[in-house]
Nanobody
Framework: QVQLVESGGGLVQPGGSLRLSCAAS????????MRWFRQVPGKQREEVSC????????VYEASVRGRFTISTNNAWNEVYLQMTNLKPNDTATYYC??????????????????WGEGTLVIVSS
């Protein structure tokens, strides 16, 4: 079992920054691909970013590329999403997830995936 707990969400003005954290515990997640998703009510959950467990390469959804940065600590039990220049359409609940695969480009297997409860980000003036 893997437990994922997100934190760091909140209300921020457009152009502001937030840093989300995801604490991972339980079955080893070290050097496994870790992902951030987001979801707006009424819309499908979308993958925002992934960090590759094999070589720490990172992948970003087009609308956040250049503004968001995914990273982990050395123990690979904390995953971060640094978000800058936030826009109103970044408003969503953000989720940390892993299916314990190693590579981002394998895609996310929701059938075996683990999810956190999410943290709400609201970008509004």
């Amino acid at each position: 079992q893997v437990q994922l707990v997100e934190s760091g969400g909140g209300l921020v003005q457009p152009g502001g920054s937030l840093r989300l954290s995801c604490a991972a515990s339980g079955r080893a997640v070290r050097r496994r691909a870790m992902r951030w998703f987001r979801q707006v009510p009424g819309k499908q959950r979308e993958e925002v970013s992934c960090i590759n467990g094999h070589n720490s390469e990172t992948v970003y959804e087009a609308s956040v590329r250049g503004r968001f940065t995914i990273s982990t600590n050395n123990a690979w039990n904390e995953v971060y999403l640094q978000m800058t220049n936030l826009k109103p359409n970044d408003t969503a609940t953000y989720y940390c997830a892993t299916d314990l695969g190693q590579f981002c480009d394998e895609g996310f297997d929701n059938g075996v995936g683990y999810w956190g409860e999410g943290t709400l980000v609201i970008v509004s003036s």
